[in-house]
Structures are given as C-alpha cells and as structure tokens.
C-alpha cells in the first residue's frame, strides 16, 4: 500500500511518530511526507487528498491538532473521503461502512501509541461496496455529480 502523509506544525510530532510506524510496516511499500516548512492545514490536506484522488497514493494520513480542520479541507478535494477517528469504532467505520481513504488524527486529542495501534487495524480495513453502505455512498456520489 502507498500512503501519503502529512501535517502542519500542530501535528508534525504525532506525525512523525506515525510516520516511522508505517515506514516500518510491511504492508506499506511507500510512504510520501507531503508537508513542509510553514505548510497549513489546508494546503496540507489539499496535497495528500490530491495524491489519493490522482493515484500516487492508496490512502492518507493527516494530522493537526484536532483532526478536524484537516479532514474539512481533505473533504473539499472531488472524490476524496476524509475521516476523523479515534477510537477503534470510528476507525473501523471509516473504511468498512464509508470507504474513507484518508485518516485523520489530532496530535492534542490521542497519544502515539493509541495512534499508531488504531492504524494498524486501518491498514487491513477493506470497504465492501456490495454491503449496506454502498447505495448511501452513491447517494452521496450522485449529489456531487459523479459515481464511485
């Protein structure tokens, strides 16, 4: 799997951590750092979004210091699903219930061990478009003007 990851200053230590963790994983043959000096939470998230939705990416990673404002500007990329999760409920539903491809973390809401232990179980988390949550994901498709 190819995961780009990034954060602005808020969340560059989180990151990091999460970085190294994936780096590390066996599952992840690529990892591309797309902050940078000075970078916000938008334009941040305006990159690993990019990367996910043009294919230079599987999925992402974001961090700042809720979560929030990244996966608000992640969402405002066509085509991309941003999620804030966690906690183990949230995480799992993210990708098995609304095929998320970018995760969202806040640096002032979880520490790096519960972090990195809940994207374990994302990495091996797989949406189902056949299940209950395919039609409401082309509902949804369908409002922006496109399919999934």
């Given amino acids: 799997m ?10 560059a230590e989180l990151k990091e951590a999460l970085r190294a963790f994936l780096e590390a994983d066996g599952r992840v043959v690529q990892v591309e750092d797309l902050s ?8 941040v998230s305006f990159r690993v ?3 996910v939705r ?9 961090v700042c210091g809720t ?6 500007a992640a969402n405002k990329v066509p085509g991309v699903r941003a999620a804030t999760a966690h906690d183990l409920v949230t995480v799992r539903g993210s990708v098995e219930n609304y095929d998320a491809q970018v995760l969202c973390m806040g640096q002032n809401v979880i520490a790096a061990p519960a972090a990195t232990a ?3 179980v994302w990495l091996d988390l797989r949406h189902d478009p ?3 949550y395919g039609p409401k994901l082309e509902e949804i498709a369908a409002h922006e003007g496109r399919s999934t």
Avoid: F, M
Wanted: hydrophobic content about 35%; charged content about 20%.
């Fill in 2 to 11: 190819r995961i780009a990851i990034g954060a602005p200053g808020n969340g």
């Fill in 36 to 43: 940078g000096p000075d970078i916000t939470y938008p334009e």
């Fill in 49 to 51: 979004a990019g990367a």
């Fill in 54 to 62: 043009e294919g230079r990416a599987d999925r992402g990673v974001l």
């Fill in 67 to 72: 979560g929030l404002g990244t996966t608000i």
């Fill in 118 to 120: 809940l994207l374990d």
């Fill in 130 to 132: 056949t299940g209950s």
